[in-house]
């Protein structure tokens, strides 16, 4: 339940991690450990 919900609010915010990680009031890397993912580096 809790993974369906981060995935929408990253979804929502059109894949924007840090703007969904706001939305739910948790962090960035919170996000990244419950959705299993690497954060990328852009550059």
């Not at 369906?4 to 894949?15: E, F, M, N, P």
Request: charged share 30%; hydrophobic share 50%.
């Amino acid at each position: 339940m809790e993974i369906a919900l981060i995935r929408k609010a990253v979804s929502d915010a059109r894949g924007n991690v840090m703007e969904a990680a706001r939305a739910l009031g948790i962090s960035r890397a919170t996000v990244y450990r419950k959705l299993a993912l690497k954060p990328t580096v852009k550059g």
